[in-house]
């Protein structure tokens, strides 16, 4: 003999409801977490290319030569006002309050660039930060070979 339940009528309901807000939070946070993702990479991108034009900024009189060849030799305030001429000339591309944090040689060989910049989600969100400031640091070595 088989007992009948009580009727379950309209249960699925909260549970379809449920999952779909779920769902929605979990696209939500996805699309933001690519989005720092990208946006990091993309201020990499532009502090990789400012840290070579420091690593060149540099006079053929300050180049000196070693056993090992010649070596250019970087002055903090070139490589400063390079990265500031290169920065001034690229296009800013869409970040957010842009700023050099710094931009300098600490060996003499080597130009060591460090920019932040805002990130903003591209939906907002109550699970996401409406807005972080990334950094990224990059580091490039001028050499004759």
Do not use: C, N
Request: charge should be negative.
């Amino acid at each position: 003999m088989i007992r009948t339940l009580a009727s379950d009528r309209g249960s699925i309901m909260p549970l379809t409801v449920f999952f779909a807000f779920l769902s929605l939070a979990l696209i939500l946070v996805v699309v933001a977490a690519t989005s720092l993702y990208i946006e990091r990479k993309r201020l990499f991108t532009l502090a990789d290319g400012a840290a070579l034009v420091g690593a060149e900024a540099f006079t053929i009189g300050s180049v000196t030569v070693t056993p090992s060849g010649p070596r250019p030799t970087l002055q903090p305030a070139d490589v400063s006002a390079a990265v500031t001429a290169y920065l001034a000339s690229t296009p800013e591309a869409g970040f957010d309050d842009l700023r050099v944090d710094r931009a300098t040689t600490d060996d003499g060989t080597s130009a060591t660039v460090t920019l932040s910049a805002v990130w903003h989600p591209p939906v907002l969100a109550p699970l996401v930060p409406d807005g972080l400031r990334i950094d990224v640091t990059s580091t490039a070595r001028s050499v004759f070979d």
